[in-house]
């Protein structure tokens, strides 16, 4: 499977907070996404192996803060590649502590949210928290970072405990591949003409009809394949310029 | 509390499809959101009264298909503002149906992939349904679109089922505290100096130490609050230009 498939699905960019006997943590997510309207609640993804995991399970409260595009780099390095258990990631850090005590990160961030956990799904490697919204207000003006933004002009790579972290292997074969941000068609998308009929095998159409599944590139149809047309073999067909 | 906060939440936009007794829908989302690595797994919320939610419950297979920044908004209107039930949205629609024969909309998508559901979240409202990678590609080289882009460009407002669905009265409070967009600062963002000692409040920073959370706006901080700094009262400061 080609992996830049998931590059192509958009997220925010955060800094999840929270607090368990008088230890602060937060670490940087992109996985915040609200899950129903009325009441208001969010869904985060969390690694089990995060030191804000079990504090979160405890504490039953957490913090998300939206970052800015304009956010410092440095900010987050901290918060998103250092472990909390060997360093206050919030000394020198912009932020306050609400009514019930969680701690929320204002530095570099356009908005922020105070949650309830209500609901644990365990998924294996991660925790699916939801939480219900309690309070929260709008910081900055500023346009929120995506995690493409992120990608592309801080050449930012996940932490490894990301939901959407990518072996070195897959981070290859994903460069392999060709970024879906580059200008030109990857080779994957490459057309090609059967020289017998002039039918034109389009790998972003594929031949669903004949179990060629779209996106699929011309090398990977299996060499049974015919024109679907003239019923010529795969080695009659081009490249088409 | 100021539901602007909501649209700093980025999302991208998409169509989720399936398929159940030879009967196809699909619905627009925008909360797709991936939430392990490995293996990989996916989320997505989905109305309890989205016809496409019992199909999905009954047939444990859905599709996601990732729209572009360039598909067409008739797309959008046909598979988010209609139902299902009563029309086959479907019909002049570029699609495929997978191996599994669960349908998978191409038109205006940049990449596609195909879920075999693993877990069933009741939130009340929607389901959120944890769904594993089976089978998906690239597409196209365009940019993904995302809901902010949606908003800004198609000046689209979320159909009635979607978590991030905002009431009549919701979006005109909204309106009245102005878009995120809007270039200039919103009036809950205008600063406040204390006419006696020169303390400017700060909405984005707040008075946390006193119990103003930051983001809070100067008319909204209680009448007995006073000046941190010289003890001034509330009715001596004056905005700042």
Not at 73 to 78: A, F, G, S, Y
Not at 151 to 176: C, D
Request: aromatic share 12%; hydrophobic share 35%; proline share 6%.
């Amino acid at each position: 499977m080609d992996s830049n498939i998931f590059k192509t699905v958009s997220y925010g960019l955060f800094i999840i907070s929270t607090e368990w006997e008088g230890t602060k943590n937060g670490y940087v997510a992109n996985t915040v996404f609200q899950v129903t309207a009325e009441p208001p609640k969010f869904g985060i993804s969390c690694h089990k192996d995060n030191f804000t995991a079990a504090m979160i399970l405890n504490r039953k409260r957490f913090s998300v803060s939206v970052l800015s595009q304009n956010c410092e780099r440095e900010l987050i390095n901290k918060f998103g590649y250092r472990s909390g258990a060997k360093n206050d990631k919030f000394e020198g850090t912009e932020f306050f502590n609400t009514s019930e005590g969680i701690p929320v990160v204002t530095e570099g961030s356009v908005s922020w949210m105070a949650f309830e956990l209500t609901e644990t799904i365990d998924l294996g490697s991660h925790y699916l928290f939801i939480g219900l919204l309690k309070e929260g207000a709008v910081l900055s003006e500023e346009t929120p970072l995506t995690y493409s933004y992120f990608h592309t002009v801080f050449k930012g790579i996940a932490p490894k405990n990301a939901p959407t972290y990518l072996s070195k292997e897959m981070r290859k074969e994903a460069a392999q591949a060709k970024p879906v941000s580059e200008p030109e068609p990857a080779k994957k998308l490459q057309k090609w003409e059967c020289m017998d009929c002039g039918w034109v095998y389009d790998p972003a159409v594929g031949d669903p009809d004949n179990g060629v599944a779209p996106g699929t590139a011309f090398e990977d149809i299996p060499d049974d394949w015919t024109c679907p047309d003239c019923g010529a073999e795969k080695s009659e067909f081009e490249p088409v310029d």
